[in-house]
């Protein structure tokens, strides 16, 4: 498994390494910019006759992750609130693993660029607080 700093250097994202704030906005835009052309497409797509039929796959999500921080107890509330709303689960296609998987089941070239060019992730995942 690679690390923090290998994957950083790798994909040419080392001015975030000291800097999480700033990379946690820019995945948060990015996502943002995900669904906006997302949505676009899926307009522009049934505007046009598509001569293929929708094929969709829901999977349900169970489990947890924790954020978490240090300092004085004295806020502890406010802290925790801010924590709660300052995170959320986010869902994540990998169209490389797609693309991959489709080739070696023997699907052809041309049918996969359709597959992929038409890929659209549709987010109803709620995170629900059961403290």
């Not at 390494?17 to 700033?22: A, F, G, I, Y």
């Not at 969709?56 to 947890?64: A, E």
């Not at 609130?81 to 693309?99: D, K, Y």
């Amino acid at each position: 498994m690679e690390t923090a700093s290998y994957f950083a250097k790798k994909h040419g994202l080392e001015h975030y390494l000291d800097k999480p704030r700033e990379l946690n906005e820019m995945i948060l835009k990015l996502l943002v910019l995900q669904e906006t052309m997302q949505d676009e497409a899926m307009r522009a797509r049934r505007r046009s006759a598509s001569s293929g039929e929708i094929i969709s796959v829901g999977r349900t999500v169970t489990g947890r992750f924790t954020a978490a921080c240090d300092g004085d107890r004295t806020y502890q509330y406010a802290v925790e609130t801010a924590l709660r709303a300052s995170t959320a689960p986010v869902p994540i296609f990998q169209w490389g693993r797609f693309e991959g998987l489709l080739e070696k089941m023997g699907v052809p070239g041309d049918r996969i660029a359709e597959y992929v060019g038409t890929v659209m992730l549709s987010d109803d995942t709620h995170c629900i607080d059961r403290d």
